[in-house]
């Protein structure tokens, strides 16, 4: 994979769409190429890039993260631990929707300010009802309502992912450990991660992100929540730059009720698998055969 396997699946979508309409999806890529440096744009893709050169793309997202917001940042690349299999619970017995799971999402992923963007909707449903098509996201009403419950929705990092297989150069694809990752550098922005993903959980950067300096988190994950370009999808990665290295998501060190409950699917003795083995739960969207690992239970 290189970057002439880039323009050519650009030929391949412009003849699949046909000219203008893939001209008009790829539209922000003119205005992507001038908000990161060339040898940015030319970098290999991130499954081909050694330890020695991913060194050296790290140093230079730091120094151009440094030139842009004169801000000093540290930028990793954790990889998953072998034998290690992420998995999300939410209890929406105790969830009481106050949104602070998503304002802890925008600050620890370094949003665009403006845009108030996160990667968590927090959905207010009606009892009696799980279909995520009905919840509303622009409740503004003081929490909880005693007729509603709320419901979160993130990426579900699914092992049948539909955003992977519809995407063309392949920037997008699931880690070892279960997490759904994007090379930033790689995407080029035609949103047909998003148009596939039945959860609405992907992200498009249709501005340049604005962040005030000093509101700039500097502990950064290359394919988590470093600054994202201009023109490129981003989603929810369960923190992997925390995650990885021990540490719980932010969203969920926010919750002020202890509804979340994230862990190793792979160890019997991890609260994640508990909820799974003692609760009922279910997930969203059962039917369309995705396989998420982020579950929903209620107490009851």
Request: glycine letters at 6%; one cysteine or more; hydrophobic letters at 35%.
């Amino acid at each position: 994979m290189d970057d002439l396997s880039r323009r050519t699946a650009m030929k391949v979508g412009g003849a699949t769409l046909g000219t203008a309409a893939f001209a008009r999806a790829l539209a922000p890529l003119t205005e992507w190429t001038e908000d990161i440096s060339m040898e940015g744009f030319l970098q290999k893709h991130y499954k081909e890039l050694d330890r020695a050169e991913m060194e050296q793309v790290l140093r230079r997202l730091e120094d151009e993260t440094y030139a842009e917001h004169g801000v000093e940042v540290s930028i990793s690349d954790p990889r998953p631990t072998p034998g290690v299999s992420f998995g999300y619970a939410l209890n929406l017995s105790i969830c009481v929707g106050c949104r602070k799971c998503a304002e802890a999402c925008h600050v620890e992923n370094n949003h665009d300010r403006a845009t108030n963007n996160s990667y968590i909707r927090v959905l207010e449903m009606k009892k009696g009802s799980i279909d995520m098509e009905l919840g509303r996201v622009d409740y503004d009403h003081p929490v909880p309502d005693d007729t509603r419950f709320y419901m979160p929705v993130q990426c579900h990092q699914c092992d049948n992912a539909p955003c992977v297989k519809v995407c063309p150069v392949e920037a997008t694809w699931k880690e070892a450990d279960g997490i759904v990752v994007v090379d930033y550098n790689w995407c080029i922005g035609c949103r047909y991660c998003e148009a596939a993903c039945p959860y609405h959980a992907r992200r498009f950067n249709w501005e340049k992100p604005e962040i005030p300096a000093e509101e700039i988190n500097p502990d950064q994950g290359y394919l988590s929540n470093r600054i994202r370009p201009q023109g490129v999808m981003e989603k929810c990665t369960f923190c992997l730059h925390r995650t990885r290295n021990g540490r719980l998501p932010a969203c969920l060190e926010a919750c002020p009720t202890g509804a979340r409950v994230f862990g190793d699917l792979n160890d019997p003795a991890s609260e994640i698998r508990w909820v799974l083995e003692n609760k009922r739960v279910f997930v969203l969207k059962e039917d369309v055969g995705t396989r998420p690992r982020f579950f929903y239970f209620f107490d009851e």
